[in-house]
């Protein structure tokens, strides 16, 4: 009898949990029976995901993805007929493995954000049954000193750095929808990247409204299939500019969510702001960018 043999299942699972990788985890499971049984249980989940596979092209990235959708954004075409169905099965074949699953990290090769070089977006975004809220915090590196004119003729650069970051959002809520049908124990799900670009987030509650509309609502499913990512809902979009930075912070809410004005929408944005950036390196950029005026703009839904 070796020293697991002596250890309670309980603290074997509370092993598990911390070490919460699925390859490491799937190789536990060839050491024995028990582990076999026991990995199933584990429900603190890390997936690393090193490419995404569509049903549509086994070479198709995420980024690819999220290009066709922006192409199909800017450029409609009424007569186009239905795109194939782009289910991406990887991540949820993998998981299925799992049982009990509470809470899930996804970790995505790379950001989805083809950028001008010297420029820098970071996002967070919240999601239930679509978009709730999304931060965004973008700057350029190698400024020449004339910022109002940079903000003139960059505020729709600025639009264009958070409709992308948007659009990279519902891709990625759209990507893990499989895997929030079929595992209905799981309270918090994040979706990251390597690069540390963006952050999808949903929470217990977001993840029950999410499952209560898809049983109600499968003509948006179809929807959604056509377009490879989740519908952006009409939002409210309050930009701050630091020229003395060269940084923007852009906060998104989404309308149905209610919209506030003057002093309340603006510690409405800093709590949002702070909770995604504040103790991150970049904190004390956001808390400056926070005293600046704001430019409030809305945006139908897309």
Not at 44 to 54: G, P, Q, T, Y
Not at 143 to 171: P, Q
């Amino acid at each position: 009898m070796d020293g697991f043999d002596q250890l309670p299942d309980s603290l074997i699972l509370l092993i598990f949990n911390s070490v919460s990788d699925v390859k490491s985890l799937i190789r536990c499971r060839s050491v024995s029976k028990r582990f076999n049984s026991l990995v199933r249980e584990t429900d603190s989940i890390l997936l690393k995901i090193d490419r995404v596979i569509s049903s549509e092209s086994d070479s198709d990235s995420l980024f690819l993805t999220l290009l066709k959708s922006f192409f199909n954004f800017i450029l409609p075409k009424p007569t186009q007929s239905p795109l194939p169905n782009r289910t991406h099965t990887y991540p949820a074949q993998i998981l299925s493995r799992f049982q009990r699953i509470r809470e899930l990290h996804v970790e995505l090769p790379a950001g989805d954000l083809q950028l001008e070089k010297g420029t820098v977006v970071k996002w967070r975004a919240e999601f239930g049954e679509t978009l709730k809220t999304c931060v965004i915090f973008g700057f350029r590196l190698g400024h020449d000193g004339n910022y109002e004119t940079e903000f003139a003729g960059g505020l729709k650069r600025r639009v264009m750095w958070t409709i992308s970051a948007l659009m990279a959002a519902s891709v990625r809520h759209f990507l893990l929808r499989e895997v929030v049908r079929e595992h209905k124990g799981m309270e918090e799900l994040v979706i990251t990247d390597r690069e540390g670009e963006g952050e999808v987030v949903m929470e217990e509650r977001g993840l029950r409204e999410w499952r209560e509309a898809r049983e109600s609502h499968v003509r948006v499913e179809e929807e959604e299939e056509e377009r490879g990512r989740t519908v952006v809902p009409s939002v409210r979009m309050r930009m701050r500019h630091e020229p003395r930075l060269g940084a923007t912070l852009v906060v998104v809410r989404a309308v149905k969510d209610g919209t506030h004005n003057g002093r309340e929408a603006d510690v409405e944005d800093a709590d949002l702001a702070v909770r995604a950036f504040g103790n991150g390196v970049y904190g004390d950029a956001v808390r400056e960018l926070l005293k600046a005026r704001s430019y409030l703009l809305e945006m139908n839904s897309f």
